[in-house]
């Protein structure tokens, strides 16, 4: 399922703090690196698992990675778990539905 590998990527401190780097910027993988006290090969399986989750995104460019964000990914996936736990989103949720579903007349 797609929210628990999104779930698992964010459970990560060095995972979160990448996802903070990429907020305003791209960043090489080099770039990315740097900022941390940790292997290449750590960098890279942290980078790779935000990108299956679908929280990141990657392009070559030369001989370098650039990351950016995946901003509607992730505001789209946080938002529609808040729905689903919130107690009063459930009935607001329901009600769109019937409200959509009439404007399509059905």
């Known amino acids: 399922m797609a929210a628990d590998r999104?779930?698992?990527?964010?459970?990560?401190r060095p995972r979160r703090e990448i996802l903070a780097y990429l907020s305003a910027q791209e960043l090489t993988a080099g770039e990315i690196a740097?900022?941390?006290?940790?292997?290449?090969?750590?960098?890279?399986?942290?980078l790779s698992l935000l990108e299956t989750a679908g929280l990141v995104s990657s392009e070559r460019?030369?001989?370098?990675?650039?990351y950016r964000l995946n901003?509607?990914?992730?505001?789209n996936t946080l938002t529609g778990f808040a729905f689903e736990i919130c107690p009063t989103a459930g009935p607001l949720k329901r009600e769109s539905r019937k409200l959509?579903?009439?404007k399509q007349g059905g």
């Open 6 to 12: 999104i779930f698992e990527a964010l459970a990560s």
């Open 34 to 46: 740097s900022r941390f006290a940790m292997s290449a090969p750590a960098i890279s399986r942290h």
């Open 100 to 102: 959509a579903s009439r």
């Open 71 to 75: 901003k509607d990914n992730l505001v």
């Open 61 to 66: 460019r030369g001989q370098y990675v650039v």
